[in-house]
């Protein structure tokens, strides 16, 4: 699978990451490149952790069946038009 940053400027390939979390300020959303040694990138901003959660729980579905590609929704966008099974 491939993620596509919110700001659909750059390609994640989710066989290269070992880690995807929300970051300390509750809002982001970030990953980590397997080999560690702080490499990563930040894939997501949002205005709230209820947001930012609400896209993780996306993300982890999208992954769970099996999607090629995940784009990372804008910072202001509505619930009702993304699923999240």
């Known amino acids: 699978m491939i993620i596509l940053d919110q ?3 750059s390609i994640h390939n989710l ?4 880690k995807i979390y929300i970051g300390s300020d509750f809002k982001s959303i970030k ?6 040694s702080g490499s990563g990138a930040e894939l997501a901003k949002y205005n709230s952790a209820e947001d930012t959660s609400f ?3 996306m993300l982890a579905y999208s992954i769970k ?3 090629l590609m995940f784009q ?4 202001l966008f509505d619930k ?5 099974s």
């Open 7 to 9: 700001n659909k400027s």
């Open 15 to 18: 066989e290269h990451i070992v």
């Open 31 to 36: 990953c980590a490149y397997v080999g560690g």
């Open 55 to 57: 896209v993780v729980e």
């Open 65 to 67: 069946n099996g999607d």
């Open 72 to 75: 990372m929704p804008p910072i």
């Open 80 to 84: 009702r038009n993304y699923r999240r």
